[in-house]
């Protein structure tokens, strides 16, 4: 009689066991999954989303929602044939709104997604675009650069990043100038040059916060790209691009938030 009761009370044990285990695992398990379709007018156009999936689906709906609404302008759930069908080309829309996606996760662990979403937007113009999102996977949030920060390290980061623009700028200003007054310039070459002279010498350095900064976490550090020059018009003599800067963690753990140190740091 005791040994049967104690088997029991070791299988109750182990059934608890194993589903403690088994939460857990599932918990890790998120991933995402690459959905292509090709646009049915015009077959030759492809398409390509990421989709979250795991175990908590409060979660992966809040994420796949915001980006399919951001990205796309269209609700989930409410597409007729495709989450596509508002961008890509019709037979009575000449000109897609976007002209083809991409993606790359580039982080997904037990605390973050991070994604990066390529295309080519088209309105009076097409430009290509690149824009990452970071989640945390345990409430679906979107966390944007400036919730990583205390206040006192978002003004820091914010004067690094202004300085850093304002330096690779004036070091650009200064070799144009050299350029533009050598006498060996043919009058095609010395117009580029002072195109390209004038567009750094009114670019903008100036940034009120640090919330729509685009930035891709790692496990140490943090790439941060940012203000580029140039609009479409003149992006031909842009030569410095966005700009880019990598921040190890380790080196601002003392100016994170709680919310940064939680999800960012080791």
Same mark, same amino acid.
């Given at each position: ?17 194993? !589903?403690?285990? &088994?939460?857990?695992?599932?918990? %890790? ?8 379709? !090709?646009?049915?007018?015009?077959? $030759?156009? $492809? *398409? ?40 890509? %080309? ?12 991409? @993606?790359?996760?580039? /982080?997904?662990?037990?605390?973050? *997604? ?6 080519? @937007?088209? !309105?009076? *113009? ?8 970071? @989640? ?9 650069? =400036?919730?990583? @920060?205390?206040?006192?390290? %978002? ?7 202004? $300085? *850093? ?9 200064? $070799? /144009? ?6 006498? &060996? ?23 009120? =916060? ?5 930035y891709i976490p790692s496990q140490d550090s943090l790439e941060i790209i940012y203000g580029r020059c140039s609009a479409h018009y003149n992006r031909n003599v842009d030569e410095l691009w966005y700009f880019n800067k990598t ?9 994170? !938030? ?9």
């Amino acid at each position: 009689m005791y040994l049967n009761e104690h088997l029991k009370m070791n299988r109750q044990f182990l059934s608890i066991l194993l !589903s403690l285990l &088994t939460l857990t695992s599932c918990s %890790q398990d998120f991933s995402v999954r690459k959905l292509v379709e !090709s646009n049915p007018h015009f077959l $030759e156009d $492809e *398409y390509t989303f990421p989709i979250l999936e795991g175990p908590d689906r409060t979660v992966t709906k809040k994420i796949n929602s915001f980006l399919i609404d951001d990205q796309l302008s269209i609700k989930l759930g409410q597409e007729r044939t495709s989450i596509f069908e508002n961008v890509w %080309q019709k037979p009575d829309v000449p000109v897609a709104r976007i002209n083809y996606l991409t @993606f790359k996760v580039n /982080l997904l662990n037990k605390k973050l *997604y991070t994604v990066t979403i390529s295309g080519e @937007f088209c !309105s009076a *113009y097409c430009e290509g675009y690149d824009m990452s999102y970071t @989640f945390e996977l345990a409430t679906g949030d979107l966390l944007t650069l =400036d919730t990583l @920060f205390s206040k006192n390290g %978002q003004e820091k980061l914010l004067n690094e990043l202004t $300085e *850093y623009k304002s330096r690779l700028i004036e070091q650009k200003i200064n $070799e /144009l100038k050299q350029i533009t007054q050598s006498d &060996t310039l043919d009058s095609g070459d010395q117009e580029h040059y002072q195109n390209m002279l004038d567009l750094y010498q009114n670019c903008n350095s100036d940034y009120a =916060d640090l919330k729509h900064f685009r930035y891709i976490p790692s496990q140490d550090s943090l790439e941060i790209i940012y203000g580029r020059c140039s609009a479409h018009y003149n992006r031909n003599v842009d030569e410095l691009w966005y700009f880019n800067k990598t921040i190890s963690i380790d080196e601002w753990s003392e100016y994170l !938030s709680e919310i940064g140190k939680e999800k960012i740091k080791n």
